[in-house]
C-alpha cells in the first residue's frame, strides 16, 4: 500500500435536496457515518494540524515516517528518509503539488496519503465520494474470535481510495470502534490482501486513533503502529498528544 490515488470527485445531479439524499442513500449506508462520528467526525473542523509516526514492520521493510498535517490548508511536513537512506525534510502545499520536485510528487506525496489513509480512514468512508458503503451485517472476524459488524467500502474501478478497485472491509463492534479490518487492492501491486487489528486507541483532542495494527498482508507478518499522535486546536500553539 504504497502507491495511491486521489479520490476523484463524484457528483449526483441534484435538483432538489429530495434527490439529494437519495443519491446519498444508494452509495452509503448509514454506519458510515455513526462509525466516522465515533473517531471524531463532527469535531474535525477544531483541528488545525496532527502530527504522528508512522512506522512499519514487514519482512524485509522497516520504514518510519514523521508527518505534520494542516488539513485547512492542506500543508503536509515530512521527516524521514529517502530510497539511499539519506535523511530528507521538506514542506509542501498539496495544492502545488506540480510545482514540486519529483520526489515529492512521485514518492513523498503518495506516502502521505498512504499513511493518512491508514490513520484516519474511518472519515474517508464519508469525506470520499466515489465508493459504495455497504452495512452487511454481524460476521464472523478475520483474525479474533467472535463477530462484529463489517463494513464493506468499495472503490469503483476508475478512481478513488489507494488504487481504483479497492475494497475495505472494516470489523465495527458495538462501540462503533473498528476492531479489524482487510484490505483488498483493486490494481496489481503488492501486498494484494492486508488483514490487521485496530488496537491501542487513543484520543489526541476530539480525534480518537487507533495506533497498533498487527495482521498480514498476503500471509507475510505485518506490524503498523503510529506513535508521537498530537493534534493543534484552532485557536492554540500547544501541541495536544494522545493518550
Known sequence: MTKLARST???CLVFGMMIL???WALTRAPIAE??????????????DAIRYTFNL????VNISRTWIWEPKTGQVSYEGKDKEGK????????????????NVKDEIEPAFINDQYWLVFPFHAVWDS???????????????TGSAKRMTVKYPAEAGGFTPGDTWELYVG???RVEEMAYHRGGPKKPSVVIATWAGYKKAGPLLVATEHRGTADGKP?????????????????????Q
Not at 514492520?57 to 524485509?60: I, K, L, N, S
Not at 503498523?224 to 494522545?242: H, I, P, R
Open 9 to 11: 470527485t463524484f457528483r
Open 21 to 23: 439524499a437519495t443519491c
Open 34 to 47: 455513526q462509525v466516522a462520528k465515533t473517531y471524531g467526525l463532527d469535531s474535525f473542523g477544531q483541528i
Open 57 to 60: 514492520q514487514f519482512p524485509g
Open 87 to 102: 535523511p530528507v525534510k521538506v514542506t509542501y502545499l498539496q495544492s502545488q503539488l506540480n510545482s514540486e520536485p519529483a
Open 130 to 144: 466515489a465508493p459504495d458503503v455497504q452495512d452487511m451485517g454481524l460476521q464472523k472476524l478475520p483474525l479474533g
Open 174 to 176: 458495538p462501540n462503533n
Open 222 to 242: 505485518l506490524q503498523l503502529t503510529f506513535t508521537d499522535v498530537s493534534v493543534k486546536l484552532a485557536g492554540s500553539d500547544k501541541w495536544m498528544n494522545a
